[in-house]
């Protein structure tokens, strides 16, 4: 069984930064594509970023230029850097592992953007 532990959420200001941080236990971290994702009050869950096992990154379109995933597989722990943030940034963000056949999710972090 997989467990991902999100940290790094909290309130902060328009404009500001925030880093996001995601521990996976197993000791096989490198070779899974894992990603950030969201969920904002009345809306769908949507994907933020994904960083693959060789380090390949995609973004949605309202995060690009301000958000930057990475990972350190000797760490088993995948980032997300968050900067330029807008109060359309709120929401609770999750971290998400991919396997051929099984999908895992962290408990999810608040992250909110307001003055």
């Known amino acids: 069984q997989v467990q991902l532990v999100e940290s790094g959420g909290g309130l902060v200001e328009p404009g500001g930064s925030l880093r996001l941080s995601c521990a996976a236990s197993?000791?096989?971290?490198?070779?899974?594509?894992m990603g950030w994702y969201r969920q904002a009050p009345g809306k769908q869950r949507e994907l933020v970023a994904r960083?693959?096992?060789?380090?390949?990154?995609n973004y949605a379109d309202s995060v690009k230029g301000r958000f930057t995933i990475s990972r350190d597989n000797g760490k088993n722990t995948v980032y997300l850097q968050m900067n330029s943030l807008k109060p359309e940034d709120t929401a609770v963000y999750y971290c998400?592992?991919?396997?051929?056949?099984?999908?895992?999710w962290g408990q999810g972090t608040q992250v909110t953007v307001s003055s």
């Open positions: 197993g000791s096989i971290f490198r070779i899974y594509v």
């Open positions: 960083i693959s096992s060789g380090g390949v990154t």
């Open positions: 998400n592992q991919d396997r051929p056949t099984t999908t895992y």
